[in-house]
């Protein structure tokens, strides 16, 4: 075990970044938060998980929690805290509900005081300031940005957060054990093994699906980083891309209809939208309407995408919105050669 400022020491030279999906680097974000002259702090585990096709933090969940739980302990330790938030989609923790409040009971007999506040499934939910929103009984929506939450987050207390692998990751840091992997969720209809695997951070997207197997044998194209806001590329392009974002990776058939693809995509933006912005809740509305009485056989109205994508992009509060240019913009340009 490191102590604290080995640890932090440790956690740099491992060049540990957060898994949530923006690889912010963890010991900045941890000495950023301890130099602040605050009497009180608490961390913070997000296990909302709320992006499509990704299920990693569930399997951490299910296999390793108290790896989970001794990261955030580490946390909680170095920032001299003994209050903290386990932030749970609530299907996980029905799932877990044994595992979970076992760990819990142990922290509270260990002198941790770990508040367990379970989340109705969503996307933006797992957003950060949704999440702290949602702790405080408000509105589930985004906050301004400014000022960040390391600064004024729950009750205008200071808060450390992190996802679940990359508290996870903390624990193998502590214990020696870390390399530089991350885990790769694998989905897609006609792969051969589904599932969440250990793979090398510099690995490539073809690589990944070759080695475990997953590699299809019909034409197809991929979405990586997450299945709502995840980049769409062909497998040409698969055979150097890394592994981003919040690390799945789905296969498609090239057969499937742009109609298929699309619906799906716009249906679940207008699904999760919270309300809060018109880009974002109008724009996806009027995106899924523009699809009204078409089928798998339709010409699509791309030049009518565009503008409402644009305005998405550019307009929206948080990154929910702005998310669907790029799975959106990649799918047309890598896979039917079209511009939005």
Partial sequence: MHLKDDLLQAIEQANLVGRGGAAFPVA?????????????????????????????????????????????????????TKEGYFYINKKYYQALQVKIDSLIEFCQKRGYLIHLFLEEPSYIGGETGALLNSIEGKKVQPRYKDPSPSVLGIFGVPVLLHNVETLYDVACVSSDKFEQTRLATISGEGIAKPDVYRVKSEQNVSEILRQTANYPNFDFFVQVGGGAAGEVLSSVQAETAILSGSGSIRVFPKTISPYSFLKNLFAFYTRESCGKCSPCRDGSWQLLQLLTGLDEKSELPWAKFSPIIKIMDKG??????????????????NILGIKV
């Fill in 28 to 80: 900045r974000k941890w000495r950023r938060i301890k130099d602040l002259a605050k009497p009180k702090k608490y961390v913070v585990c997000n296990a909302s998980e709320g992006e499509p096709d990704v299920s990693k933090d569930f399997f951490l969940l299910e296999n390793y929690p108290a790896e989970v739980f001794k990261g955030m302990l580490l946390a909680m330790d170095f920032l001299e």
């Fill in 316 to 333: 929206s509060f948080c990154n929910l919105g702005k998310s669907i240019a790029l799975p959106v913009r990649s799918y047309a340009a």
